[in-house]
């Protein structure tokens, strides 16, 4: 990446479900980040497959389908996969590229030995997820 593991820590903060995690804990995550650049068109996640990464748009568009149907935009700086990333569950979506991308992508099993290191960030996370889920139970009531 251009600024390499700064500007990880740069997207990452402005992430909500890691909003409350502090630099040093945003540094323990850009560190296994890895980037990623997909041509327009590729297929990102697959709805129903099972799926261990979440990803961050560096730069680029993503559009997100449910049940074949275009449910959104994911431009730059926006995210996806957090639930994948959390369970290894089932992804809820299709997600494509609609333009050339460049992507910061983090793993389960990387996100585990984080978690293992550093215990805090869990919580932290929870309460951005907490926050997430609130703003999207406002947006549908």
Do not use: H, Y
């Not at 997207?11 to 850009?30: G, I, P």
């Not at 296994?32 to 961050?56: I, M």
């Not at 997600?95 to 983090?106: D, F």
């Amino acid at each position: 990446m251009r600024d390499g593991r700064k500007e990880r820590e740069q997207l990452l903060e402005k992430v909500s479900m890691f909003s409350a995690c502090n630099k040093k804990e945003l540094a323990k995550l850009a560190s296994v980040a890895q980037e990623r650049r997909v041509d327009s068109g590729a297929v990102l996640t697959e709805e129903g497959a099972p799926g261990d990464e979440f990803f961050v748009v560096a730069e680029g568009l993503a559009r997100a389908s449910i049940g074949g149907r275009e449910v959104g935009s994911i431009p730059a700086g926006s995210f996806f996969g957090e639930l994948s990333l959390l369970d290894q569950g089932p992804r809820t979506a299709t997600v494509t590229a609609e333009l050339p991308s460049r992507l910061v992508v983090i793993n389960a099993r990387d996100f585990g030995r984080v978690i293992d290191e550093v215990p805090a960030i869990s919580l932290k996370i929870m309460k951005g997820l907490a926050t997430r889920i609130r703003t999207a139970d406002q947006d549908w009531g």
